[in-house]
């Protein structure tokens, strides 16, 4: 099924009318932040607000069927500009946010508002977020900024202090679940909830698991956390951690990690997230502790903010560090 790039999500209904109720009385700050997890939805919503703002005709969503809303389908509408980085984890250049002054200042081609979309806000070095202050202290008339985040405590004080922050809540799941299971084909759909738990809730992140690229990816970590817990050596293992998306590898390594310390606590087989690793959550419980398993999750957590934030770090090496300090943690 295809969603209509006008109307908000399922789960977004509530601060959708939060900010619909701010237009019509005049309320709408000139600058936003949404923040949230990666996968809730948060450009789309941008989007649906910046065709709303755009509409000729807009009724509770844009119409979709104005000039306005045609151009804005096709991805050519003037008054809508999308500054993101070149590629992805790169940062977003001054001369990009520079060139917005002529842009904001202008009148809009249609005669009504001209919507900034930033993202993500975080991608911003200390240059490119002072040129870009230099806008949000002198909007131009009928001007929309709206910055996007899952990183909100990346973004700078002084920009965050100039925009309404709107930290969008994680989706409600049975809405969550009821949008992604039209949204899988139907022998994965029968997982939406282990793919929406492993997606921490975020509906867009579980639809994106569901796809067969990502299945093997995570066999092919399970196969090398299971070689690895098995005594395998693990500077020769680092290269086959790195294959797929490391950031996915990272964050599953997390989950397992807090994973099996809940059922360390708690002690019961039923109540755990990954299933399939119960026989290695059971091997570790002889040789790991909570504590180890803390000072890793933080560790892979520093990895995963590096990574994020543009530095390049050697990943190689730091792959290899990361697995002999989980041997030394988790299994010796
Ligand atoms: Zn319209």
Redesign the pocket.
């Known amino acids: 099924m295809q969603d209509s790039i006008f109307a908000p999500f399922l789960w977004q209904q509530d601060i959708w009318q939060q900010l619909i109720d701010w237009h019509i009385s005049g309320r709408l700050p000139h600058a936003l932040i949404l923040s949230g997890g990666s996968g809730m939805g948060k450009h789309h919503l941008s989007k649906a607000l910046a065709?709303y703002l755009l509409?000729?005709?807009?009724g509770k969503i844009?119409?979709?069927?104005?000039s306005?809303?045609q151009l804005l389908s096709a991805g050519t509408h003037p008054d809508l500009l999308e500054i993101l980085p070149e590629s992805e984890g790169k940062q977003i250049k001054i001369e990009q946010v520079r060139a917005l002054q002529g842009y904001a200042a202008k009148t809009a081609q249609q005669g009504g508002f001209r919507v900034i979309i930033l993202r993500p806000a975080d991608a911003m070095n200390q240059n490119s977020a002072n040129a870009l202050l230099k806008n949000l202290e002198e909007p131009g008339q009928n001007v929309l900024f709206i910055l996007l985040t899952h990183r909100s405590s990346a973004v700078l004080p002084t920009i965050k202090s100039r925009c309404q922050q709107i930290a969008l809540p994680v989706p409600d799941t049975e809405l969550a679940l009821e949008w992604l299971r039209e949204h899988l084909e139907s022998h994965a759909a029968l997982h939406a909830e282990k793919l929406l738990r492993m997606a921490n809730g975020n509906p867009l992140t579980a639809q994106m698991l569901a796809s067969d690229e990502m299945h093997q990816q995570r066999d092919r970590l399970f196969l090398n956390m299971e070689s690895l817990t098995r005594g395998a050596e693990p500077v020769e293992l680092a290269p086959s951690f790195l294959e797929g998306d490391v950031n996915w590898t990272l964050l599953w390594m997390q989950q397992w990690l807090s994973d099996w310390s809940n059922w360390c606590l708690l002690q019961h087989d039923d109540q755990v997230r990954f299933p399939e690793m119960l026989p290695l959550y059971k091997h570790w419980h002889k040789t790991a502790s909570l504590v180890g398993a803390q000072s890793l999750f933080q560790s892979i957590g520093q990895l995963r903010t590096q990574l994020a934030s543009g530095a390049n770090p050697n990943i190689q090496l730091a792959m290899e560090s990361l697995l002999i300090r989980w041997v030394d943690k988790m299994l010796v």
């Open positions: 065709a509409c000729r005709k807009p844009a119409c979709g069927s104005c306005s809303c």
